[in-house]
C-alpha cells in the first residue's frame, strides 16, 4: 500500500471549518483514499473514502486532487468531540488490511 | 452501524501470567479479524490477522507464540498475550470486516498493564 504523510498537528476553531491534508503520491490507480479518527483512548472510527472522485457524507467531506497525489478532508463546522487524531489511509480493497500512519492530532479550540 | 466489542476494557496483571483478551463481531459475521497494538502517543501498529478456522497470520517482528490468536468462530477471535512482561503493557485493539461493507469496524480497545 502507498506510503501517506500528513501534518503531526492542527488546531482549529470550534464552528469553523477544518481542512486536514494528506499526500499520497505513490497511490495506484487502484487505491482508495480512506481516513479514520481516533479519539483518545478509544478505537478508530471510519470517517469516508474516495477513489477520485470528490465524496461528501454525515461526517465530513474528501477532496482528492485530479492526479491523486494529495487529498484534503473537510469538517465543515468542527466541534469539540471533533478532537481526534486524523489518519488518511491508503488501500487497495476493503479486504486489505489498514496500515495507520502517524496521522495529524487535531485540536478544536473554543 | 456494526458493532464491535472487546473484554476486558481494561486488565492488570503480574509480570510471567497469561493474559486473554477477546474480540467479538456483535452483529455480523466476521471471516477477517485484525489485531493491533498501539502505544503512548504513537500510532496503531498491526500485530495480524485471524482468520476463521484458520492459523493466524502475523506481522513482521511479532512473536507469535507470545501473542496466541485463536478464531473459532465466525463472531470471536481471541488475543492471548502469553508470559506478559512489563513492556507488553499497551492498548489492544482489534477490528473487523464486514462481508458487503467499505470499512473496517473498531473494538473499543483493551488496555493492559502488567506489574
Known amino acids: 500500500d502507498a506510503k501517506t504523510t500528513q501534518p503531526p498537528s492542527m488546531d482549529c476553531a470550534e464552528g469553523r471549518a477544518a481542512n486536514l491534508p494528506c499526500n499520497h503520491s505513490?497511490?495506484?490507480?487502484?487505491?482508495?483514499v480512506y481516513w479514520y479518527r481516533q479519539i483518545h483512548s478509544q478505537g478508530p472510527q471510519y470517517i469516508i473514502h474516495?477513489?477520485?472522485n470528490n465524496e461528501t457524507n454525515e461526517m465530513a467531506s474528501l477532496i482528492i486532487t485530479e492526479d491523486r497525489k494529495s487529498s484534503t478532508l473537510i469538517l465543515p463546522h468542527a466541534t469539540l468531540r471533533d478532537t481526534a487524531v486524523y489518519y488518511c489511509i491508503v488501500r487497495v480493497d476493503t479486504a486489505s488490511k489498514l496500515t495507520f500512519g502517524t496521522g495529524t492530532r487535531l485540536q478544536v479550540t473554543l | 452501524g456494526a458493532v464491535v466489542s472487546q473484554h476486558p476494557s481494561w486488565v492488570i496483571c503480574k509480570s510471567g501470567t497469561s493474559v486473554k483478551i477477546e474480540c467479538r463481531s456483535l452483529d455480523f459475521q466476521a471471516t477477517t479479524m485484525f489485531w493491533y497494538r498501539q502505544f503512548p502517543k504513537q500510532s496503531l501498529m498491526l500485530m495480524a490477522t485471524?482468520?476463521?478456522?484458520?492459523?493466524?497470520?502475523?506481522e513482521q517482528g511479532v512473536e507469535k507464540d507470545k501473542f496466541l490468536i485463536n478464531h473459532a468462530s465466525l463472531t470471536l477471535s481471541t488475543l492471548t498475550v502469553t508470559s506478559a512482561h512489563p513492556e507488553d503493557s499497551s492498548f489492544y485493539i482489534c477490528?473487523?470486516?464486514?462481508?458487503?461493507?467499505?470499512?473496517?469496524?473498531f473494538g473499543p480497545g483493551t488496555r493492559l498493564t502488567v506489574l
Open positions: 485471524s482468520n476463521e478456522g484458520s492459523k493466524a497470520t502475523y
Open positions: 505513490t497511490i495506484s490507480g487502484n487505491e482508495y
Open positions: 474516495g477513489l477520485k
Open positions: 477490528s473487523a470486516n464486514r462481508p458487503g461493507a467499505i470499512e473496517q469496524f
